[in-house]
């Protein structure tokens, strides 16, 4: 039950007999098992961390911008400290410290939930393509069930990394039911047919 290879080569450009050996296309009563690591795939995947960069470019252009505003907050404030208190010219400048102020809390709350929302989307989008490609090797392969695993090796000198070491729930697998690297190149497809609709599509 390899899914790297050939099997996993061109997934979207020859037929399904091609891609599968006779061996895996045999009846087979009892019940296939299959693994995918997801974890991975998030933090590995190219198109996925393009993405996920575009997001944090996006938040270090605002984060210059809410520097400059925040300055500008700052000497709009300085300027308030010139006038007397009590004078038009005090009343005027604290209205727009104000103003200022308020525009900006409001900026930078509509800013981090348009963000964390731009985010939110690509790791659904995502795990909707992942999804679909753990179910097309599945079907292709005819297993009955995935299970989600974490390839991630333990580190001893890291308290957090042993915990979620010794809470997986699979502590061992053969490495010929790992389908990570299909549902990669699987992924890998999608997204190319995404940019170019020209392009051949998994089947």
């Given at each position: 039950m390899r899914f790297i290879g050939k099997a996993a080569i061109a997934m979207a450009m020859v037929s399904l007999t091609t891609l599968a050996p006779a061996s895996l296309l045999a009846e087979d009563t009892g019940h296939r098992i299959a693994v995918v690591d997801v974890a991975y795939i998030f933090k590995t995947h190219p198109g996925i961390k393009a993405q996920?960069?575009?997001?944090?470019?996006?938040?270090?252009?605002?984060?210059?911008?809410?520097?400059?505003?925040?300055?500008?907050l700052k000497q709009a404030a300085e300027r308030l400290k010139t006038f007397k208190v009590g004078s038009p010219e005090y009343a005027a400048q604290e209205e727009q410290v104000a103003s200022m102020e308020s525009k900006l809390r409001l900026d930078m709350a509509r800013k981090r939930k348009e963000l964390a929302d731009a985010?939110?989307?690509?790791?659904?989008?995502?795990?909707?393509?992942?999804?679909n490609g753990v179910k097309f090797l599945a079907n292709h392969y005819k297993i009955n069930l995935v299970l989600r695993y974490n390839s991630e090796a333990m580190d001893p000198g890291q308290g957090d990394s042993v915990i979620r070491g010794v809470m997986k729930n699979i502590v061992y697998h053969d490495e010929s039911l790992d389908m990570t690297k299909g549902v990669m190149?699987?992924?890998?497809?999608?997204?190319?047919?995404a940019k170019n609709p020209n392009a051949p599509a998994p089947r």
């Open positions: 996920v960069e575009k997001v944090e470019n996006d938040l270090k252009t605002y984060d210059a911008e809410l520097k400059t505003k925040r300055e500008e985010e939110a989307r690509i790791y659904f989008d995502n795990y909707q393509l992942i999804a190149q699987y992924l890998d497809q999608t997204l190319k047919t």
